[in-house]
C-alpha cells in the first residue's frame, strides 16, 4: 500500500470517526435536555420540603 494510499484511509476513517462522535454528542445533548425537562424532576427547598420544579 501506497503512503499516499494509506493517508486517505486514514483521511476517511478521521471523517467517519468525528461524525460517529458528533452523532453521539447530540443524542447525549438530547437525553440531558430531555431529563432536564421531565416533569417528574423536583428540588428540595430551603427546609426540606419537596416542591415541584
Do not use: C, V, W
Request: glycine share 6%.
Amino acid at each position: 500500500m501506497g503512503p499516499e494510499l494509506h493517508l486517505q484511509m486514514i483521511a476517511h476513517r478521521t471523517t467517519e470517526l468525528r461524525e460517529q462522535a458528533d452523532n453521539y454528542r447530540l443524542a447525549r445533548e438530547a437525553q440531558e435536555d430531555k431529563k432536564d425537562h421531565s416533569p417528574e424532576k423536583r428540588r428540595r427547598g430551603l427546609f426540606g420540603k419537596i416542591i415541584p420544579a
